[in-house]
Nanobody, 121 residues
Framework: QVQLVESGGGLVQAGGSLRLSCAASGSIFDLDTMGWYRQAPGKQREMVATITDGGSTDYADSVKGRFTISRDNAKNTVYLEMNSLKPGDTAVYYC???????????????WGQGTQVTVSS
């Protein structure tokens, strides 16, 4: 069984910062791309940032220059450093990881439970 556990959400004022963490654990053979997605009330889930196991990153235009994604491969953990937060960043943030579990032959998308980020004006 594979599990993703997120932490670091909360309430912050506009202009503030938060750091999210997501640790993957369990029967993992290979951990490929990891990423953060968010879903605001009444909106579709959208990609925020992704990072490959080689360190290549991709960001949504709305967060470029403000958010930084990184990972620690030894800890199977991905981070999202969020600076200059805006009320529009308010959403539930989800971690996703592309994982091949032990004994499996295909990559499967695993999702965390989500963590709430609220930015007040």
């Amino acid at each position: 069984q594979v599990q993703l556990v997120e932490s670091g959400g909360g309430l912050v004022q506009a202009g503030g910062s938060l750091r999210l963490s997501c640790a993957a654990s369990g029967s993992i053979f290979d951990l490929d791309t990891m990423g953060w997605y968010r879903q605001a009330p009444g909106k579709q889930r959208e990609m925020v940032a992704t990072i490959t196991d080689g360190g290549s990153t991709d960001y949504a235009d709305s967060v470029k220059g403000r958010f930084t994604i990184s990972r620690d491969n030894a800890k199977n953990t991905v981070y999202l450093e969020m600076n200059s937060l805006k009320p529009g960043d308010t959403a539930v943030y989800y971690c996703k990881a592309d994982i091949v579990a032990n004994g499996a032959t295909m990559v499967v998308d695993y999702w965390g439970q989500g963590t709430q980020v609220t930015v007040s004006s």
